[in-house]
């Protein structure tokens, strides 16, 4: 029964009525389209016939007719043999030409299509062809997306190609079923040290991936666990494989360099070793007979732990090479991360620079690699940080196959929690000019293989979706998946055309809904730059544990690397030739010097590049201190305001994600609040510059939860201090509750509260409100944020509007812990209802 | 934690936004007010004040907070005392004026209110005051409904009373649970024989029936279990008197007048026997020492089996003033039903009547009904038919207090699969003029004891909630509580203002929503009389079982009286005094003068009074046969037109209610068809006269099951033969399923495609579609419609649009039956798309 249940849901959909969606069908609803558009493809045949019989094939046209009949509820004929009928034909050019031998069909790239209606034997037949099938499903895929945005499909004449042939995803989830970095429920591929019984959820992420044009996928952490490609553990990966291989997307797996030592018995992983290599073929021989398409291989070493080649002198040439032999063996590709530095770095030298390392490292490798190499480049020389110049590596590896690595979770970007939609941001970087050799070197043409004459690399991201049915937690947060598959594939598309056929394809195609959604979309990633880490500082942020809330200090006087170097006299990071690392000079020279120079370098890399006193005068003419405060202060309020926007959306988007997509803007709106107040407390702090405009550390409006009257609550210090108002918090350790009470004394009228609480990964406290004895709020601290222990991370904020209040009025908080949550309070505010 | 849910509800709850409801809340929600409309209520008091304490005045300033809460988002302070700054006033008149004895409140009359702003010590006041506390409770309904509505509240100065001081409803509840006639669930009293342990339900019944003015509530069937006044469940029965208490609802019980025998050891239970009385007096008491505030005894008796005072030669007045006069000692009242009548007619007597038997039995015993004995009387002299006449009883009881009975329920009127909004009807009743003694009488006016100057009887409605979420299974049907509650309090409102203010408070207040569903709601009554029983033939149904589906015979040559007498030449009851049963010369002289002519009875009352032939012109000149034919047309296609009428309310109601009514009116567009079919077929093949436009019995459209090609499935007789289309249906006995097969015999193209097929209360079939064995559609029967076997009563239609046809394919209907359900069939319509 159950493999009919998704044909159900499509059927009792009806035209144009909104029904309640939980995400997982993410922009491939193939929602019903109103009656007054389905007219428009009245003459769309009755029939779909495929030539050829093959898992993908069947896919495209299981889609076909899966797409047709949601959106304009018809039911397609289904043919195998060629209909005597107008007809959708979906095949490959050699099949297409077997039946119609005097067809003119346009050239087309590998893994492209051509959609296009022509006349085969008298009957007029809407044509989806490729060289290749992979491509006939990306043009069903490609035709179903024109309709539910509602283009016209008729003098159909149109072919798509992909710009790099690599445009795959990685997902860094552990055997044990938890993800690295992954902020949506647990793995989808593993549980209990096996692949899981129900793959469902793969196949049906395989369909995704393919629908934006995806072809492979590396199922688990870079931090790898050699187990996966034992021989006992084979069986599972071939389901895995087959559960994606009907939407063409190849099987990776990351691989542990040291698993001969570690699982093979040898006493060496040395890649130079004879016998290390003679493992090696083994085990790729092993994994093709179980996976004849699998896809390669992807390899972390020397970094952040891992063990790598250099324990035995070898370069990562020489490790990559070993591998890649055995795989071009049998077709498959081997990545190599460029992600290798010293997480030991002296932060006391200041001429040490983690941000050189990957060109240091592999610069002097360019054209030693093998052609089934490709170096996977992390876009900045840092770590997926909300600003960073784009990394110099791309221009220093001329003879080898690269590819840029993309931060769909988000990790520093909000986590999902907060929007943060990324086009604008990864435009930037793959319009960038590196300006190598003297010419016009754009990252995009580099990943294509134009630029230097390779046979191409492309764009990998790691995704980390899991089993929560939306696949990344916040709705949004998809559209950075479904961008990154439209710019693998055309890179020359506009981060606002992403933005518009994305909510098009995922919310539907009233005005209204599109131009809210994309306008929020398209502001989302500056706004949360301008809350967290501006003017290319990085990040402020954790970079020791959750990297998501506030920690100024956690990026200092450590040795992974990821300085500002902010003291008292100023902040930034001095990677110029003349005086500093001299980062910049690993740029072709009009970069290099544009950054070199104070007077030219863009005021969001100044810090990235530059150490400069707080008084700095920007080209704005504000100094720059003032700048942090005044856009922390305009980002949190234009995080405010996408709960209006969104709200404006009431009865444009189903229910159920509207109410999930204003929780989470709800979140991000007071948890921007905490960062601000953070980042300009700190600020302040050190530099000892007040803000100009007297906001900061000035909270009229605000009760500290330690300054009520405690019952049971005890008063604790907040580390780091900034990441509470007043520094502290207060804590609950009695299990019956505690209660914490203020005596109002303003004047009398209508007020609306906040209640800063802290809501943990592990128990679900429970709070009350009470105004002399009445009953006015209560809520669940639920939100199971990823933080142990009451800061910045677990902050959150509960609205209460419109609260009576006069002078003398007791409001009392009871808090109830549970497990671990301690029903924590960090303060109340109580503002005057607007 | 419970009692604080449906708080937290509220308050996440935010201006004006669509959220999924069950509509448990009926039109009681509360929904967040626009911010615009808000304004309005700026200068609502931010306290409420209550003046005195006791179970309904809390109720009352809960109410009060609740619903300022959930509509404008404020927490209205709670004071204790008399609050001084301006503040909304909840007490009683005598208890205002012991605070303010200057104040000039208006007259009001019992349980009613009046709402008016004054000056009290100095702050301006927003008062609800009333004689009694019960009053201020529905004082606070008016209130919160006005803001509901958006209707302004500055310089409200209202005074409210209702019309008659009986206002009830009754449940047929039995102690098993079960509901007799109920349609929507389980009891929400009992289990097991036994009281519910959560009454939370009976809490909330008895909020939604104090919103409407309803001050009693007979919680038990009319046949009633003699158990429910035992020693041993006097307990419980006070648990339900506790969970309504605090909403001003009186608890009653139906009892057993044979019960001195049956549970009191006695060989008797003739009313005029001392130790009968003496029985009865001891049971009042008992049930008084739990119940201080009990309501009083329902009494069926000499009814459709039911024992009665007829088996000692005693009348219902001996009966019913033998209980009146223990009940009177505590304030109780005594129902007792008019609907007494011989359920062993001779139907062959041509002058027996059972519209005659309430008037027969019960007029000459007015006068001599004690005064705390309610006379309770069906509206119509059969049985909540789709269109009766008054009954005349209503004018021959002139010193007896009278109920007219409603019935909420639908028993004939769809029982909440069909939207039947009743208000229309009712409103005919209510204002109709019996013009006793030869003067104006109308019925509302008889009710309130003005017309005879009596003390004033009331409104009983038969309402049989259940524990489905949403009370009556249909959210619409709901709209018979509130309006019937309304028409107690206040008669002389229109059936369009009360369609009108029910879907403000249950839908809110968008001019489109309001407009489209009042239309809906007015014109519903005829639609349903339409397409099942018009021209007063009183109702087609199977009246010796479901009351649900088509059964025209079953009205014939029966015991039970509900007869229309259609044989070949023609249909009706002759109730003449001149040539019939006598029955209209029940009525006052100019009312049966009316109903005694041909040339003056109403159309709509034709065949209730009247016995004509087939080809009867009507005043319209059209033939009754073909009367008959063209308004089942007209009416199905209008039930069709409801679901395109309520689709276009997509985003102006919520989710889960939109979708739910919209099964609902999918379904009874498809009955509806059924119904039209039946009788339409019976009546053609009785008269011998053809539909003029040749519709009856032509379905070119249509296969029937039967005539497929079958694989499992065998043919089975559907009784009677006009309740299946050709007659017959198929069934399938094999439990690995059957299927039925039909090879396609027109041109090619887009067909939508019906298949009509069996949905019973037990077992939940499965249903598949193939065409050449592509898969087309499946769904579950698990509608669990009351019928026990195919037929009318479980007929039920699946729509599949959009399917490519051509001629030579293959279709085909796999069944799987469930239990007693056979996955049966009646036939397959395939239809061109349009």
Redesign the interface.
Known sequence: ?KR?VC??CL?CA?A?????ETGQDAWLRYAPLKNSVRAKYASLP??VGVIGNSAVLNSARAEMIRGV?GM???????ENEFPR?SAIILATVDSLKSIAPNLIIPEIGKEGFWLGGVNIRGNLCLVVTSPDERGVLYGVFGLLSRIAREEDIKLLHETQFPSAPIRWVDQWDNLNGTIERGYSGPSIFFENDNVRADLSRVSEYGRLLASVGINGCTINNVNANPRVIQDEFLPQLARIANAFRPWGVRLGVSIDLSSPQKIGGLDTFDPADPRVSEWWKKRVEAIYRYIPDFGGFTVKADSEGRLGPSQYGRTPADAANMLARELRLHGGILFYRAFVYDHNLDWRNPKNDRARAAYDIFHPLDGKFDDNVIIQIKHGPIDFQAREPVSPIFGGLQKTRTAVELPVMQEYTGQQRHLCFLMPYWKNILDFDLQSNGASTLVKNILAGKSFGTSGGGYVAVVNVGLEPNWLGHPMGMANLFGFGRLAWNPDLAADDIADEWTRLTFGTEQKTVLTISNMLLRSWEVYESYTGPLGAQTFTDILGSHFGPNVEASERNGWGQWHRADQNGIGMDRTVATGTGFSGQYALPVGALYESLQTVPDNLLLFFHHVPYTYRLHSGKTLIQHIYDVHYEGTQRAEEYIDQW?SL???V???R??QILGRLEFQAGHARVWRDAICNYFQKISGVRDELNRVGNYPDRVEAEGMQLNGYTSVAITPWENASGGKGIDCAVSQGCTAVYRFDRG???YDMDVEYYDLNDGES?F?VR??G??????VANNHLTARKPGADSSSRRR?????L?PGDEIKIEGIPDRDEHAGLDFIGIYA?K
Do not use: C, H, P
């Not at 144009?16 to 309640?20: D, E, I, S, Y």
């Not at 009445?774 to 809520?779: C, R, T």
């Open positions: 029964m009919y044909l159900i059927l009806t144009g009525v909104l029904r309640a009755a029939a009949r304009l509820g018809r039911t397609l004929r289904s009928e709200r009431e009865g444009f189903d229910e159920q509207f109410w009398a009228g209508w429970n009350r105004v002399n009445q009953f006015i709020d209560e809520w209460i509007k419109g609260v009576a006069r209802s």
